[in-house]
C-alpha cells in the first residue's frame, strides 16, 4: 500500500504559477510511471502530465510549455511545476502511481 499526498494548490490570478507536490510513503516513483491529472466541473479526469521510471515525461498539449513534470527519487516526490496559468487550468489535481490515487488539491485560476 501506498499513501500519495498532494499539496501545493490555491488561488492564482491568470498569468500566475504555481508548483504542485505528490509525496509518497515509500520510495516508489523510480520503479513506476506517475501521471498527474485533472478534474474540472462537468469534464471527465484528464492526464496532464506524466514522467516515466527512467525519467522521460509528456503533456497534454493544453500545456506544453507551461507545465513542468519531475521527480525527486530522494524526497520520494513529484511536482508539477505550474506556469503562465489559465482559468481552464482551474480543476482538482490528483497524482497517481500505478494502482494509488492522491486525494487530490484544487487549483483556482481567476482574477
Known amino acids: 500500500q501506498v499513501q500519495l499526498v498532494e499539496s501545493g494548490g490555491g488561488l492564482v490570478q491568470p498569468g500566475g504559477s504555481l508548483r504542485l507536490s505528490c509525496a509518497a510513503s515509500?520510495?516508489?516513483?523510480?520503479?513506476?510511471?506517475t501521471g498527474w491529472y485533472r478534474e474540472a466541473p462537468g469534464k471527465q479526469r484528464e492526464l496532464v502530465a506524466s514522467?516515466?521510471?527512467?525519467?522521460?515525461?509528456m503533456y497534454e498539449d493544453s500545456v506544453k510549455g507551461r507545465f513542468a513534470i519531475s521527480r525527486v527519487n530522494a524526497e520520494n516526490t513529484v511536482y508539477l511545476q505550474m506556469n503562465n496559468l489559465r482559468p481552464e487550468d482551474t480543476a482538482v489535481y490528483y497524482c497517481r502511481i500505478f494502482l494509488w490515487w492522491g486525494q487530490g488539491t484544487q487549483v483556482t485560476v481567476s482574477s
Open positions: 515509500r520510495s516508489i516513483f523510480s520503479r513506476y510511471a
Open positions: 514522467i516515466s521510471s527512467d525519467g522521460s515525461t
